[in-house]
């Protein structure tokens, strides 16, 4: 995923601070028009992970209980 578009949607601000350098890498460079390339900047699957579970987003909610549900078994009822 595009840690771009994931630093937006998780509301989180530094990505390079919570992830491992395994967990990130930057890509090909993509030329867009006649400009020159830019870095494509990406997150490995666990890294993603690491970041949605960290959002106070409540968009992010949803994704956090479905992974708790799914290592879990169950839902923990408040």
Known sequence: MRRHTLVA?????NTRRTLDPSERRE????????????PLLLVSES???KLIMRSDKATSRPFQ???TIRKAGLANKP
């Not at 949607?9 to 601000?13: C, I, M, T, V, W």
């Not at 030329?31 to 390339?37: A, D, Q, S, V």
């Open 65 to 67: 209980d479905w992974v």
């Open 9 to 13: 949607e998780s509301g989180l601000q």
């Open 27 to 38: 890509g090909d460079r993509i030329t867009f028009g006649m400009t020159g390339g830019r």
């Open 47 to 49: 890294g993603l992970y």
